[in-house]
């Protein structure tokens, strides 16, 4: 079952588009391995590319280790600043996948124009498969709020803007 170089790169692509961390095809004495990895940068955490490693079974075999030339995601632009200083930001206090509500279907926990006060839950950041629930430092009125439902967020990176009670 071994892929010639088209049909591998279009393999890596493919995977490389989806949540999928590993994946493993076996047939015989050739078995193909292929993993994705996360690498923390000073700036902030970026998608590594996947590396493939591909080995007979056969005990004697030393295995073969290649990188692909597929590019790292790129962090998020920050949304530009609203005229007003004197907004106060609610920054994700990690990686993961940010919720607008408790659930799918369920209102959001805050919509832009609500009155929020310290300590309410405002939204959910999903990392890890843990679901986290980040409540709000301050009290006052969402203003904005920059990220989309399910859109992956990076640490420290704005969500909402609030205007101070």
């Known amino acids: 079952?071994?892929?010639?170089?088209?049909?591998l790169r279009e393999l890596l692509l493919v995977l490389n588009q989806t949540d999928i961390a590993e994946v493993t095809l076996?047939?015989?004495?050739?078995e193909l391995t292929v993993r994705k990895a996360v690498a923390a940068a000073a700036a902030?955490?970026?998608?590594?590319?996947m590396a493939m490693a591909a080995a007979p079974i056969a005990?004697?075999?030393a295995p073969v280790t290649m990188a692909t030339p597929l590019e790292p995601a790129a962090p998020p632009a920050s949304p530009p600043p609203l005229n007003d200083p004197k907004l106060l930001e609610i920054k994700?206090?990690?990686v993961g996948t940010f919720y607008r509500a408790p659930a799918p279907g369920?209102?959001?926990f805050v919509q832009?124009?609500?009155?929020?006060?310290?300590?309410q839950t405002v939204c959910i950041i999903e990392a890890m498969k843990l679901m986290?629930?980040?409540?709000a430092e301050i009290s006052g009125e969402v203003v904005e709020i920059l990220v989309e439902n399910a859109q992956p967020v990076e640490f420290d990176q704005v969500l909402m803007r609030v205007r101070p009670a």
């Open 112 to 119: 832009p124009g609500d009155r929020i006060a310290s300590g």
């Open 1 to 7: 079952m071994p892929l010639d170089f088209d049909e």
């Open 132 to 135: 986290n629930e980040l409540e």
């Open 44 to 49: 902030g955490t970026a998608i590594a590319p």
């Open 106 to 108: 369920e209102p959001p």
């Open 26 to 30: 076996k047939q015989g004495d050739y």
């Open 59 to 61: 005990p004697a075999a």
């Open 92 to 94: 994700s206090p990690m």
